[in-house]
C-alpha cells in the first residue's frame, strides 16, 4: 500500500508516554492515531480502514496488514502478527497532573484471508490519543513509516515542529526510551541511543536536533539534555506550503461575503474553511459559491453527513464537471486539428 504523506497530530500525553515498543508495533501505533484523526475531523476512511464502536463502548478496527509496511518490498507478515501479539501484552504507563494510569492497548487481534487485520482498542486507549490538555506533536506519517530504528521514531515526535524544547533530564529519557535498564552508563546511552536517533533523523527526516548536556555542579556527572530542532533538506514542499497556506487568514484568498455565507447558512466554523482553502479558492474562481449553493440550504442541513459536507460534495461536484466540459472541448479541438490535417493531405496527394 502507497503511504500517502500527510501531518498527524498526536497528543503530547501519547509523545511522552512510557513503553518500549518495536518498529512495527509503533507502526501500527502511527496507523491508529490516523485513523482516529480522520474520523474526527468528519473524513470518510478509505473502505479498507475501519473503525467502528460496539455496543459496549470499545471500538474495532480493522486495517490492512500492507498498511504496516515499509514499501511494496517489505511482506514481513510474521512481524505484523508478532507486533499485534506483543501489543496484546502490553500497557501504556503515562500520568498527568491528575493521575497515573496504565491502559491496555489492543485486544482480540487477528487477520483474516484477505490480508486485514482486525483488534479492539478500549475508550481510554482512544481518549488518550486525543487528550491535547497537555498540548500535541505534529508529524508527517511517511517519514515516522520510514524509520529502521524505534528511537529516531521516539526522538521525531517528541521534535517534530518544535523550535526549542526543555532540557530533559538522563533518567527521564531513558524511562521514555524503556532503556532505564540497558544503558547503565549515560555515556553509552547518549552514544548509542541520542546519537543514533539524530543520525537516522538527518539522513530521512524534515527535523533534526543539535544538543547540550548539562552536568551536575562540581562534577562531570550528566544529568540533563537540552534538545534544539532544526529543519533539514528533507521537507516536504507539498506539505510545507499547505502549512503555511493554513496560517495565513482565509480572508486573503476568499471574499469575505462568502466566508460569512458558508458560516452563517451551512455552520461552517473558521477551521473548516481552511482545511479546505484549496477547494474553495478554486472554486470561487470558476463560479460564484453563492449562486450555486443559495437554493441547497435545507438538503444540507437534512444531508445525513451534515451541510459542510454536503456543500463540499457540491463544489467537488460542480469542479469535476467543470473539467470534463473543458477536456471535452480540448478533444473536439484536436479532433477537429487532425481532420483539417488529413483534409489538407488528402488535397494535396488528391486521396
Known sequence: MKITNKDVIQSYIITTARYDFSVYEKRILFRLIEMCQFQLEGKKLDKHFQLERNLFGDYIVSVPISAFLNGEDDENYVRVKQALRDLRNKTIEYEDDKEWKLIGLIEKPKFDKRGIA???IQPEIYDAIFNFSKGFRRYELDTVMSFSSVYAMRMYELISNQEKLYPYSIDTLKLMFKVQDKYTLTADFIRRVIDAAKAELDEKSPYSFTYKTDTQ????KITSIQFFPYKTKN????LEKSRLEKQISIGFSLDRSVINYLKEN???????IKHNRALFEEADK?????DLIADKKRAAHDAKKGPQAYVIGILKGELKKLKEKKEAV?????VYKVNNIAASLANKFKI
Open 118 to 120: 482486525r483488534f479492539e
Open 217 to 220: 555542579k562540581g562534577s562531570k
Open 235 to 238: 521537507v516536504d514542499e507539498t
Open 266 to 272: 451551512f455552520l461552517f466554523e473558521t477551521d473548516e
Open 286 to 290: 470558476n463560479f460564484n459559491i453563492i
Open 330 to 334: 480540448v478533444n473536439k479541438e484536436q
